[in-house]
Nanobody, 121 residues
Framework: QVQLVESGGGLVQAGGSLRLSCTAS????????MGWYRRAPGKQRELVGT???????NGADSVKGRFTISRDNVKNTVYLQMNGLHPEDTAVYYC???????????????WGQGTQVTVSS
């Protein structure tokens, strides 16, 4: 009923840049927020950043000053501009959407399948 599709991952050298995008589609009534999480090898999933439909953002200290999250509410799309990438940023990046479907007023979380970001030294 709701699908999130990510794109933009890849392999870059340290100091390089990537831009991830994620589009939500399906039986969506409204989106409260979208964001990005990541899971590095041997670690649990962690927050990268979120943004509400109103534009309020929340981000991890580890990416402060390097990553920028933005969104296009009309397209139900969230972006993650990643600059100055570090090898430690290597992870699978997952898109998240907190939304209400056309069938329920309850907020629910939906997840994409993930996109690999690899940063070489």
């Amino acid at each position: 009923q709701v699908q999130l599709v990510e794109s933009g991952g890849g392999l870059v050298q340290a100091g390089g840049s990537l831009r991830l995008s994620c589009t939500a589609s399906g039986s969506i009534n409204s989106i409260n927020a979208m964001g990005w999480y990541r899971r590095a090898p041997g670690k649990q999933r962690e927050l990268v950043g979120t943004i509400t439909s109103g534009g309020s953002t929340n981000g991890a200290d580890s990416v402060k000053g390097r990553f920028t999250i933005s969104r296009d509410n009309v397209k139900n799309t969230v972006y993650l501009q990643m600059n100055g990438l570090h090898p430690e940023d290597t992870a699978v990046y997952y898109c998240n959407a907190r939304l209400r479907t056309t069938y329920s007023p309850n907020l629910s979380d939906y997840w994409g399948q993930g996109t690999q970001v690899t940063v070489s030294s």
